[in-house]
């Protein structure tokens, strides 16, 4: 007799507010507060639900957040913490499955097809176990999806948030679709969901109505997966293997009043390396490339990039390098807004080799002492120890300071 093949199921954990959540964790008095986190950066990173009600946002800089929203608590993000939690959590996922993708610092996918015969649970009874212990040993809550496919799981653990537990069937699929706007899908930008909605497609349901003639015809191969996906058809896979390599960590700042003062625009890009080179390390990965920029007020770019011929996640090599070509760049006379460094090909440390020229050597000398400055600064806080190159850009404090954009972080975002 032929064996029917059972329809698979996804399982998908989203953390929610998940850095604020960290730091509630930690800190339980700060619950039902509200609370962002982002000091360090100028810009709302992350925030409570109850700082969302007030309308504040991502992105919002924080000297206009203190203006305007004076009783908000703003604490600086602890990265080195958010990754242990993040962890933990995913260690959790992995009693009930084996195949875990860590997508992102607070979100995993995970296969439980067959589980609840070899666990004797419903897959509902798995994934409230799940939730259940996260809560209770972390402190930390999740919503959760369960679907046929990656994209269905999205779906359903966005679907009821914060604390939200949602199950989407193939039978039960279009109920959820007709009411998700097409650009709440997983893979569909705002480019895309413009186009969409010209052709009259705004749910989601609207788009698994269309022919997979008229998806190959108007559209890239990517959403031909995603319109199999919503459909129910399982095509992208759990990929459980840990990632290696990222493409990259940026870090850029506005400032006011715009400048063209040469020592300090490279102390704001010797600033930046420190960080970015610090969360590099972080993760154990270093640069292959590195690039620096100025924005000047008309939002013109002055850029230069440069390949390393010893990846290094030590800033000093990479500071000596900006101040070798930052003429390259700056125009004289011309006022600049705006700073950033962005670290590129990122790889693990292991990929670094031996040069003829000793710069290796140097720079494995530079890193071991940053990681001592890790060590340090986990103690007692961040810039406890920091470059005299950086000193100018600590000092002005200047009010008006933002985050141009969000910093390209890790997992993160």
């Given at each position: 007799m032929k064996t029917i093949p059972r329809d698979k199921v996804i399982f998908h954990m989203d953390g929610d507010a998940f850095f604020v959540a960290c730091e509630v964790?930690?800190?339980?008095?700060?619950?039902?507060?509200?609370?962002?986190?982002?000091?360090?950066?100028?810009?709302?990173?992350?925030?409570?639900?109850?700082?969302?009600?007030?309308?504040?946002?991502?992105?919002?800089?924080?000297?206009?957040?203190?203006?305007?929203?004076?009783?908000?608590?703003?604490?600086?993000?602890?990265?080195?913490?958010?990754?242990?939690?993040?962890?933990?959590?995913?260690?959790?996922?992995?009693?009930?499955?084996?195949?875990?993708?860590?997508?992102s610092i607070d979100e995993c996918f995970a296969e439980l097809t067959g589980l609840d015969r070899t666990l004797r649970m419903t897959y509902l009874q798995i994934a409230e176990r799940i939730k259940r212990e996260v809560v209770s040993e972390l402190g930390l809550s999740v919503s959760v999806g369960l679907a046929p496919t990656k994209v269905l799981a999205k779906v359903a653990s966005k679907w009821k948030k914060p604390d939200g537990l949602s199950v989407i069937e193939k039978k039960t699929a279009p109920e959820f679709l007709s009411k998700t706007p097409i650009e709440k899908i997983w893979g569909i930008g705002p480019q895309t969901s413009k186009f969409l909605k010209s052709r009259g497609i705004v749910t989601a349901q609207d788009?698994?109505?269309?022919?997979?003639?008229?998806?190959?015809?108007?559209?890239?191969?990517?959403?031909?997966?995603?319109?199999?996906?919503?459909?129910?058809?399982?095509?992208?896979?759990?990929?459980?293997?840990?990632?290696?390599?990222?493409?990259?960590?940026?870090?850029?700042?506005?400032?006011?009043?715009?400048?063209?003062?040469?020592?300090f625009l490279l102390s704001?890009?010797?600033?930046?390396?420190?960080?970015?080179?610090?969360?590099?390390?972080?993760?154990?990965?270093?640069?292959?490339?590195?690039?620096?920029?100025?924005?000047?007020?008309?939002?013109?770019?002055?850029?230069?990039?440069?390949?390393?011929?010893?990846?290094?996640?030590?800033?000093?090599?990479?500071?000596?390098?900006?101040?070798?070509?930052?003429?390259?760049?700056?125009?004289?006379?011309?006022?600049?807004?705006?700073?950033?460094?962005?670290?590129?090909?990122?790889?693990?440390?292991?990929?670094?080799?031996?040069?003829?020229?000793?710069?290796?050597?140097?720079?494995?000398?530079?890193?071991?002492?940053?990681?001592?400055?890790?060590?340090l600064e986990d103690k007692f806080g961040k810039r406890v120890v920091y470059l005299a190159s950086t000193h100018k850009a600590l000092k002005r404090k200047v009010k008006g300071t933002e985050a141009d954009e969000v910093d390209r972080n890790l997992l993160f975002l």
């Open positions: 964790a930690k800190n339980p008095a700060l619950r039902g507060r509200t609370v962002v986190t982002g000091e360090e950066r100028g810009i709302v990173s992350a925030l409570s639900y109850e700082a969302k009600a007030l309308g504040i946002v991502r992105g919002m800089p924080i000297f206009k957040l203190k203006k305007e929203f004076p009783n908000v608590l703003i604490l600086p993000g602890d990265y080195a913490s958010y990754a242990k939690y993040s962890n933990d959590m995913f260690q959790i996922v992995r009693r009930y499955a084996d195949d875990v993708e860590e997508y788009f698994v109505g269309k022919n997979i003639s008229w998806v190959k015809e108007n559209l890239s191969k990517p959403y031909e997966i995603i319109w199999l996906e919503l459909n129910g058809v399982y095509v992208l896979e759990i990929d459980p293997e840990p990632k290696t390599v990222y493409s990259s960590v940026q870090k850029t700042r506005t400032f006011h009043p715009p400048t063209n003062d040469k020592n704001q890009l010797s600033k930046h390396i420190e960080e970015a080179c610090a969360k590099a390390r972080h993760y154990k990965l270093v640069p292959r490339k590195i690039s620096f920029f100025l924005k000047t007020q008309n939002f013109r770019y002055d850029a230069f990039s440069a390949v390393l011929s010893s990846p290094t996640n030590a800033p000093e090599t990479l500071i000596s390098l900006a101040r070798k070509y930052f003429s390259k760049m700056h125009r004289p006379g011309v006022l600049y807004r705006t700073a950033g460094v962005t670290l590129q090909e990122l790889a693990p440390e292991s990929v670094s080799q031996a040069d003829l020229f000793g710069e290796t050597d140097k720079a494995r000398k530079f890193e071991t002492i940053h990681k001592q400055i890790d060590s």
